[in-house]
């Protein structure tokens, strides 16, 4: 296929400066996928197993409170939180503000420092309430 170079080649992304909006943005997506895909499964097992009977949610709980599940549980509960706030984010630019350069970074941040704040807290609190 011929180019016809009197066109202009859409931006590429060395064109623009990165920023912490295009990362919230990529998260977005990412996380929405990972929730779809390792929270949807996670589900799916939690209601076969609760509707099979005693037997089978055991198992699903021995496996769900293993201490090596924490390498799902953790990110998992760290992508709901970005997937929210950043969603939380898109809805007020849908209703028409936050769209000024440092008003949208600082809440681009705020998203990323919220996730990891809330995913600490609610792991603390996990933690501290299985030890007591």
């Known amino acids: 296929m011929h180019r016809n170079p009197s066109r202009p080649l ?6 623009w400066k990165w920023g912490p909006h295009m990362l ?12 779809s895909v390792a929270g949807g499964a996670a589900l799916v097992w939690w209601l076969l197993a609760a509707a099979d009977g005693r037997e089978a949610y055991a198992t699903f709980v021995e496996w769900a409170t293993w201490k090596w599940a924490l390498i799902i549980w953790i990110p998992l509960s760290w992508a709901l939180f970005q997937h929210t706030l950043s969603g939380l984010r898109h809805f007020v ?4 503000a936050g769209f000024e350069l ?15 704040l809330l995913t600490a807290l609610l792991w603390a609190w996990i933690i501290l ?4």
């Open 102 to 116: 440092p008003v949208n970074k600082f809440w681009a941040n705020m998203t990323i420092v919220g996730s990891l």
């Open 93 to 96: 630019m849908d209703m028409g």
């Open 129 to 132: 309430e299985k030890g007591a």
């Open 24 to 35: 919230v943005s990529i998260l977005h997506r990412v996380t929405g996928a990972g929730l």
């Open 10 to 15: 859409s931006p590429h992304l060395t064109v």
